[in-house]
């Protein structure tokens, strides 16, 4: 399967706790996305790489969280001291450039 | 801002039950307006892309249309595997390529 894969699908951390999220887009996509997802509702815009370059970055993406895709091929994002509002679907989707998005499975988070 | 807005939010359906599903978008300039479907705990599944008014896309019992305005998703003899949520994003242009959703329409089938 050539798809978008996210790693881990599901995590539970204590509040508090740094979790890291890693997604492999498809391989010849040079665009790759962070949305998240709270239930009952679309997924919202987090940041955005064009390679190895983080390009944007969603209001909604505090100082405690961080993404990086090293060499622009796999990404990571990164939350700090995880609050139970962070609980959510994060979820990755690679593109080409004017191409359509594909989506990952998802790693739900859970903070206790 | 931008913004989308699906209706309804949720939609029960007698299988075989034709409907449509809306999708309203106000932009400063659309690039391109897509359809997901997404299931329980998973990830969305790309549908359609449409990108000028008047254009029509098909797949299996599922049609997507485009206004200036609008898009419907039009879902003809539904069956029970259709049900999901059926999410609707617009792309805008001199952007990022970044989706803007909205937060979806829950479609139930029943045999």
């Known amino acids: 399967d050539t798809g978008v894969s996210q790693d881990p699908r599901h995590k539970i951390t204590k509040r508090g706790q740094n979790v890291t999220f890693r997604c492999d887009p498809i391989?010849?996509?040079?665009?790759l996305y962070w949305y998240r997802q709270t239930l009952g509702q679309g997924p919202e815009f987090l940041t955005y790489f064009q390679n190895e370059a983080q390009l944007e970055k969603s209001r909604l993406l505090s100082d405690r969280f961080s993404a990086e895709r090293p060499k622009g091929s796999f990404s990571t994002l990164e939350i700090q001291r995880t609050e139970q509002g962070d609980s959510a679907m994060y979820l990755c989707?690679?593109?080409?450039?004017?191409?359509?998005?594909?989506f990952g499975q998802g790693t739900r988070l859970t903070v206790v | 801002e931008d913004q989308v807005t699906q209706s309804p939010e949720a939609l029960r359906l007698q299988e075989g039950e034709s409907s449509s599903l809306n999708c309203s978008y106000t932009v400063s300039g659309l690039r391109g307006l897509f359809w997901y479907r997404q299931d329980p705990g998973k990830g969305p599944e790309f549908l359609f892309t449409l990108y000028s008014a008047g254009e029509e896309k098909e797949k299996e019992r599922l049609k997507a249309t485009l206004t200036k305005k609008e898009s419907f998703l039009h879902i003809t003899a539904p069956k029970p595997e259709d049900s999901a949520t059926y999410l609707c994003?617009?792309?805008?242009?001199?952007?990022?390529?970044?989706?803007?959703f909205g937060q979806g329409t829950t479609l139930q089938v029943k045999p």
């Open positions: 391989s010849e996509h040079n665009r």
């Open positions: 994003a617009v792309q805008v242009v001199r952007d990022t390529g970044k989706l803007i």
């Open positions: 989707a690679s593109s080409r450039s004017g191409g359509e998005a594909f």
